[in-house]
């Protein structure tokens, strides 16, 4: 498994924040490598929600179905498959000074022959997780100047 983990500081309040990244369809907004998100489940996020994401990998779009498997105040829990991985991210956001503080991880899982391959292809993994954090922060911190 490759783990990755990342947090950031914004200065929208916890609630807010969390409020926007739990729903998940928002992704595309700030994360670069994840062009769409479709919500496949009606109504508010909830336990079970699906969603259609489609990630930018190495130069290749790859589908994924994604799943809510946690949500709490302040936690939300996803795992994402296709044919070749599975995705669980998990984000946190708790209240620090007059804004938040977001935790992202998220591990991969490489199903089948490239199993063997997740040592060589933590750096690429690891690639994805800057712009994105980049992207919560920008995208949180417009949000509170409003």
């Not at 079970?48 to 936690?75: D, I, N, P, W």
């Not at 998990?90 to 040592?119: M, N, Q, R, S, W």
Request: proline letters at 5%; hydrophobic letters at 40%; a neutral charge.
């Amino acid at each position: 498994m490759i783990t990755i983990e990342r947090s950031v500081r914004s200065s929208l309040d916890a609630k807010s924040a969390f409020a926007y990244l739990s729903a998940f369809e928002h992704t595309p907004e700030w994360d670069p490598g994840t062009p769409v998100v479709n919500k496949l489940s009606a109504g508010p996020v909830a336990v079970g929600h699906e969603y259609h994401a489609e990630a930018e990998f190495r130069g290749k779009r790859q589908a994924l179905t994604y799943r809510v498997l946690e949500l709490s105040a302040r936690h939300i829990k996803l795992r994402g498959e296709n044919k070749s991985v599975v995705s669980v991210d998990t984000i946190e956001v708790t209240p620090a000074d007059a804004g938040c503080l977001v935790k992202y991880t998220a591990e991969f899982t490489l199903k089948g022959l490239l199993k063997i391959a997740e040592p060589f292809m933590k750096p690429a993994f690891q690639s994805l997780a800057d712009p994105a954090m980049a992207g919560i922060q920008k995208a949180l911190d417009s949000r509170a100047s409003q």
